[in-house]
């Protein structure tokens, strides 16, 4: 057979992830049982529509399309008037009133802007260390480049920040410390305290090293809190903070790609680090974020969608939850919850789960296993009526 | 001095683009001397709106937003739909009635096709072969991954691809050869007996080989040419053919970085190498394209610009070449000319043509000293009144 893929990718397509499995585990469920009695929570894609001031919005961005390059490339680094509306967002919700436009750069969501970051600064064998379990896509944004992910288990039962555990990590290649809050899959949010005591890490850690490690905050998920829970500020405590976030969950426009990455204003040599960002935008493809995103997420970036539907989710997931007896660190933001899975065996459960017509993704998908997630990004009713089948899981298990 | 940047992204930070570099001077001269004595031919951004069918095609897209998922992410291929038009259309163009869907990948524009196939496919060491002179992006495009881009000059002249020494170059390290027609910065449109000829060597040299080496076409001004000339077909000349398209030039929409990846259909092992292509699309974050672009292109996908408009700006600018005394090879197509410079040091005469206020890019920033691009995606205004500028930069040098 001839080899028509690099040997990296080849044994990448072997582990292709569990997501992917699922994702094709159901579309086989559905066309055998009817998609009626398929009950799916392994999708992170937010199912609402955007805000509904989004439709004017692209339609005064179609009423200008008649203007000379009007659709034509941005800088690199974004089109000047998002930049500078989304510094001055980021300014207050990061408590830098230093922010400005130079700081921030447009990126094809959070995902582009991770790879032109580890890009930019990565040297081969540097290695980035995450609180487990984590996005699992993490270790090949960072693996293009010859960078290595070292996943740090977080605390047990809450999934709190095991910020010893991430000091004695610490070697002469530590590059970066990466963390997502809220979280993508526990729904933990990082406290005020964890933090802050992070942030002082890195910065003591920082003082006369050649190559400072980065602190690197994922966030697209900041919005959506429950309980009057915050997400802590990261900028304003470490210069070496570096802020990616999206508009793919808060504005539901997750297809349009449309992100950035802020740096904290205190950052030394800041300017090369962000011309280092641009650069590798450019380079590696994307050029600019799409223009008709960064354009319509500028015209939309105060509204919101309603966050109240998915606390009702959250609820009535739950007590699906309670019911079926399984235990669970109760989530205090973005839409998913992580339940310990019973037995220990998440792969097993997962399996046996989806005899019952019910899609989840085993923990080890995201370097915990013993869990699984389950996203809660669906129809109150689906929710509702995957009641039955979580507790026959369980009872039959 | 902190070490915020990779050592190989300082290094090309430091050795930054030409037409980079072109950009500063022009911002700087319109500055000092004021806009309207600037003539700046070198950028590459078309400056005509997008086809006036558009603005309908996104009121449409603003219409359907109250669905659920209506910016959600599509398939990390693409939208199905607009994958199905989009190999319709290429079928035709490519002569190869056996394109369907999943033959085509929709790309982050040509260049994030270009990066997503690069990571798919080569190992570290391997090598890409490249008439020059070429788009300078393309070194840094498989240097990511540890590919090296060999430059193989082509014939003088008429900058015709020079097959012998492209034969002479493969080694057993040759992963593929790529070429650009119509050509930027040249203008030049390699003849359908060049193609075929090139297409003929490929198929020889795969013969027995484990490694395939592919052939890549990037063909973003497929759509404009001049004098009756044809873009000759390549997907029907080799099963190792690959075709790397966009949308930016052709409908006026590069800021939303939309473009396409489509392999031949008698591809060996087809169904893996596109598997690790829409692998490497995501893992690169990407993700998907932009899916008001894949939805707009796809209503609009049969529209064109008025290819009139960039017509007469050629014969203006041949005319103040000629009027100049600069030499050339007609350009066949896309808007770039690619003139001697007098006395040999390309470098040193666009200095010398930046007093006057003239903008060009040397050939240098292409692999091919000697020359400079001049871009005529300007208003003939611009062009009709730069005449003055060049007789005298070349009376006077």
């Known amino acids: 057979m001839a080899r028509m893929v690099s040997d990296e990718i080849a044994a990448a397509m072997g582990s292709s992830s569990w997501i992917r499995r699922m994702f094709e585990a159901g579309a086989e469920l559905r066309r055998k049982i009817g998609p009626e009695n398929v009950f799916d929570f392994s999708l992170g894609n937010p199912d609402l529509p955007p805000p509904p001031e989004a439709a004017d919005a692209l339609r005064e961005i179609a009423d200008s399309l008649s203007q000379p390059r009007a659709l034509g490339y941005p800088s690199n680094a974004g089109f000047m008037p998002f930049r500078e509306a989304l510094a001055a967002h980021l300014a207050k919700e990061q408590n830098v009133p230093a922010l400005q436009a130079r700081h921030v750069i447009v990126s094809c969501g959070a995902a582009g802007a991770i790879v032109s970051f580890f890009r930019a600064v990565l040297n081969p064998g540097d290695e980035v260390l995450v609180p487990a379990p984590y996005f699992v896509e993490y270790g090949s944004y960072c693996g293009h ?59 003591r850690v920082n003082e006369g090293r050649d190559r400072p490690v980065f602190l690197l905050s994922d966030e697209p998920y900041r919005f959506l809190t429950y309980d009057g829970v915050k997400v802590p500020s990261i900028l304003d405590k470490s210069p070496y903070a570096v802020v990616l976030g999206s508009f793919s969950k808060s504005l539901s426009m997750a297809g349009e790609r449309t992100g950035y990455l802020a740096a904290s204003p205190d950052m030394p040599d800041a300017d090369a680090f962000l011309a280092a960002v641009t650069l590798t935008t450019r380079t590696l493809g994307y050029v600019n974020a799409p223009i008709i995103g960064q354009k319509l997420a500028m015209r939309i970036l105060g509204c919101g969608i309603d966050l109240s539907i998915y606390e009702v989710r959250r609820a009535k997931m739950l007590a699906v939850l309670d019911a079926a007896g399984l235990e669970y660190s109760c989530p205090k933001g973005a839409f998913y919850v992580f339940p310990k899975t019973p037995g220990g065996d998440d792969v097993k459960f997962v399996g046996h789960l989806l005899k019952h017509g019910v899609l989840a993704v085993p923990g080890s998908g995201f370097g915990r296993p013993g869990h699984m997630r389950l996203s809660y990004s669906v129809e109150n009713d689906v929710i509702d009526r995957s009641a039955d089948a979580f507790a026959r899981a369980v009872r039959s298990y």
């Not at 010859?146 to 610490?170: C, H, M, N, Q, V």
């Not at 809220?182 to 005020?192: F, H, I, K, L, M």
């Open 145 to 203: 480049f010859g960078g290595r992910l070292r996943a740090i288990p977080s605390k047990p039962g809450d999934f709190d920040i095991d910020l010893a555990a991430i000091e004695a990590a610490i070697t002469p290649s530590t590059r970066a410390i990466m963390f997502n809050s809220p979280n993508n899959p526990t729904g933990c949010v990082y406290s005020e305290e964890s933090i802050s005591a992070l942030a002082a890490l890195v910065n």
